[in-house]
């Protein structure tokens, strides 16, 4: 899309009178910190950043844009890897001034606005010991992890994020504000779980909730020689697990604290524990991952899930630099194993290689009912390159091309939509595979011209 020029002031001035929440410009003294998210690698410079404070403020900025031709982007929590949540020289419609929350308990719903974090909702709905499908961080914005699918703790017992949205309102490209669920325009709810920011900006989201109060969590290291045995150990257990076990494989570097002294800088491999069930039967799920290798390290015990969702946050803090790529995988093949141990000696202390379970619940769904179609995987794999310092960019990258270029040749081809740098539409096809020339016939009737394009773009069909 071409970029029309906004020098009227009279029609800037026009839209900033419009908006309830700021529009801010690159004069302003507050447009450093509006324009920086959470990837400290991007540094994008948009020439209007619209920090919308309700559905109103939505629609004008939408209209704005569209009819400017304004490139735009939707930012909602910020973490988008490759940056599609800003843009240069275009319209940033900015969504983290909308916080509200609202739990419903006769029908055990949570309203969410879409510049939530999950630590918001975690917060709203803990309080009456129900929680949600979400990842693993809670300073991530629920918008951004919810349309890409949303995996997380308690995706083998409850799916996807995306199983667990009942309904969303959502502004369109020609400034309509319409409802999405399974009987209100099912086509384009069907598109939205899964198909990321294509199809409209997402000003509430309705999810289901579940009993979670309680869980039997944390983290367990064994030392990096042990990672073959222990991958291979954990390739034929974490299929056949109770739903109630969540369990992700990991290789990182043992931070500072809260880890004792002696085990500081350790490579190690290990499992990050969710355990859902009963605390009395905690410890015969977890004896078996004991018995395969001796730990370096274990912290595993009753917490409250909210303790867990925040127990990374300040691992990760907003401006560091990240560089991921991801795949989608069915079997841990030896030969993929002997390339994970390979690539085991990770280059920075934060840098690392989850393999986020998605069976179980995942699986009850069908590969046609979701835009999202891998629903016969077992695993969502990640290799995150991350470091403070901006002069470790090239090792962090190089580290995860490497890794992943050689693990690809072992999985089904597609990734979790969220875990896309920009790598072009080939690898958007095989993400949604048979889903694609669906989601493009929808692209079409919803968003014909592309203006929602700044994203994991579907284009419309023909």
Request: proline share 6%.
């Amino acid at each position: 899309m071409a970029t029309a020029s906004t020098d009227d002031d009279a029609e800037i001035e026009r839209l900033d009178g419009t908006l309830r929440g700021d529009l801010i410009r690159p004069d302003d003294p507050e447009f450093d910190d509006a324009r920086a998210i959470y990837n400290g690698m991007i540094d994008k410079h948009p020439r209007l950043i619209a920090r919308c404070t309700d559905v109103a403020d939505v629609i004008a900025a939408v209209n704005f844009g569209r009819e400017r031709e304004l490139e735009t982007a939707i930012r909602s929590g910020g973490h988008s890897g490759p940056g599609l949540c800003t843009v240069d020289d275009g319209l940033v419609i900015d969504l983290s001034n909308m916080t509200g929350t609202r739990v419903d308990l006769e029908t055990k719903t949570v309203h969410v606005e879409p510049g939530c974090t999950w630590g918001d909702v975690d917060h709203a709905t803990h309080a009456f010991g129900l929680a949600t499908v979400s990842g693993i961080v809670s300073t991530t914005g629920v918008g951004g992890l919810t349309l890409g699918g949303g995996h997380g703790y308690l995706t083998r017992k409850y799916g996807l994020a995306i199983d667990n949205l009942v309904s969303a309102d959502v502004v369109l490209a020609d400034g309509r504000l319409v409802r999405a669920s399974e009987t209100e325009d099912p086509d384009l709810f069907w598109a939205l779980r899964g198909g990321g920011g294509n199809f409209g900006v997402v000003t509430s989201f309705e999810f289901q909730l579940h009993p979670v109060e309680t869980v039997v969590a944390g983290p367990m290291f064994w030392p990096i020689d042990e990672l073959e045995d222990t991958m291979r150990w954990y390739r034929e257990w974490l299929p056949e697990a109770p739903e109630d076990v969540y369990a992700f494989y990991l290789i990182h570097e043992v931070p500072g604290d809260p880890f004792p002294e002696e085990i500081h800088g350790e490579n190690v491999c290990g499992l990050m524990w969710c355990y859902l069930g009963p605390e009395d039967r905690a410890e015969a799920e977890i004896q078996p991952a004991r018995d395969v290798a001796e730990p370096l390290f274990e912290h595993i015990g009753p917490m409250p899930y909210l303790a867990l969702q925040s127990m990374f946050d300040d691992l990760y803090p907003s401006g560091d630099q990240w560089y991921w790529k991801g795949d989608f995988v069915r079997e841990l093949t030896d030969d993929a194993i002997a390339e994970h141990r390979r690539f085991a000696e990770v280059p920075t202390p934060q840098s690392g290689m989850h393999l986020y379970p998605i069976n179980g619940a995942v699986h009850r769904v069908a590969e046609d009912e979701t835009a999202w179609a891998q629903r016969d995987v077992t695993w969502s794999m990640v290799m995150a390159g991350i470091d403070p310092d901006p002069a470790n960019r090239e090792l962090i990258t190089d580290w995860a091309r490497d890794y992943w270029e050689a693990v690809h040749p072992h999985t089904v081809g597609g990734s979790y939509v969220n875990f896309l740098m920009e790598e072009g539409r080939d690898r958007i096809q095989a993400t949604y595979g048979d889903n694609y020339e669906r989601l493009q016939e929808i692209k079409a009737k919803y968003d014909p011209d592309n203006f929602f394009h700044v994203n994991q773009n579907i284009e419309p069909a023909p």
